[in-house]
């Protein structure tokens, strides 16, 4: 069974834009109004908002936004081109990290990453693993956008020597080690994902990390963590001036506002690792090189 999506909007237009992309990707799409949203959501579940809907003012979609990510659900908006939203165009981002469309150019986009979430969340994928630029662990990106570091050792067979090869499979639900002693055990991305909400919700309840834990450093739409923010925001500003880029030119490559980078930049707000992958390409540097300055 195909992920589907709901689309929520009084508009036709919105409707007939929307939804031949999102169907000619595999997914189902269904139409539902505005008001409809708080019943019709579930954890899980991929939504497209129009904030041009009549029903919706700046707290009004905040409220929806908000409740769609607080239930767990994958929400995505399409913003009206007039800038009424742009006093809460920064929280709109941080709410749907990756899913904002401000014309009818970012429908494609919007519904390519909205489509690969949706499906990676019925079945967990490996995007990326590798070792860990800090040492010590392992990093996992998810095909979800999920990052998350796995302390060392990963596995009970799992020596702490150095790591010869990852191989993911074909499908990247399972990840192959092989370290330089010679031992070799698998990852599977579900059971990291098990483990990963164990032991957040182990240290949340006062517990501290659990044996051999999986720590969370960014789950889809979240911060980065221990990531320093100061750091981080100079450290993309320096990248940006040696690429000889002004913020508004950065703007205009990522789709981002101006002065969201320039909180960023300031260390006031540490982005999702979806919006630092999308700062870096437009920077024209690896994603790691933004995380690690290597």
């Known amino acids: 069974m195909s992920a589907s999506v709901t689309l929520f909007t009084d508009r036709s237009s919105f409707e007939t834009a929307w939804k031949p992309v999102l169907e000619s990707l595999g997914l189902g799409v269904s139409t539902a109004r505005p008001e409809q949203l708080p019943e019709r959501l579930e954890r899980d579940s991929a939504i497209v908002v129009d904030a041009a809907a009549g029903v919706y003012d700046e707290d009004e979609l905040l409220a929806h936004l908000g409740l769609a990510r607080a239930v767990g659900a994958m929400p995505a908006v399409m913003l009206p081109p007039n ?5 809460v165009d920064d929280l709109v981002d941080d709410l749907c990290v990756g899913l904002v469309a401000r014309s009818a150019d970012d429908v494609p986009r919007v519904s390519a990453v909205l489509a690969r979430r949706a499906g990676a969340r019925r079945s967990r994928r ?3 693993l590798t070792v860990s630029p800090r040492g010590g662990e392992l990093l996992a990106i998810l095909a979800d956008g999920s990052a998350m570091l796995v302390p060392r050792p990963a596995h009970p067979s799992d020596d ?6 990852i191989t993911l499979t074909d499908d990247a639900h399972r990840a192959a080690l092989e370290l330089v002693s010679g031992a070799q055990f698998e990852l599977a991305a579900d ?16 517990h501290g990390s659990s044996n051999g834990a999986v720590v969370a450093v960014a789950v889809n739409g979240g911060g980065l963590g221990e990531i320093d923010g100061q750091r981080l925001g100079a450290r993309i500003r320096a990248l940006r001036l040696a690429a000889g880029l002004t913020q508004a030119e950065l703007a205009r490559r990522t789709g981002i506002h101006r002065p969201n980078i320039a909180r960023v930049e300031a260390g006031r707000h540490t982005p999702s690792l979806e919006t630092l ?18």
């Open 160 to 165: 702490r020597s150095d790591v010869a090869s």
């Open 277 to 294: 992958a999308r700062l870096a390409a437009a920077i024209g540097v690896p994603t790691t090189r933004v995380l690690t300055g290597d």
């Open 191 to 206: 059971d990291i994902v098990v483990r990963v909400n164990g032991a957040a919700a182990h240290a949340s309840n006062g």
């Open 126 to 128: 490996f995007e990326y």
């Open 83 to 87: 800038d009424a939203m742009s006093s």
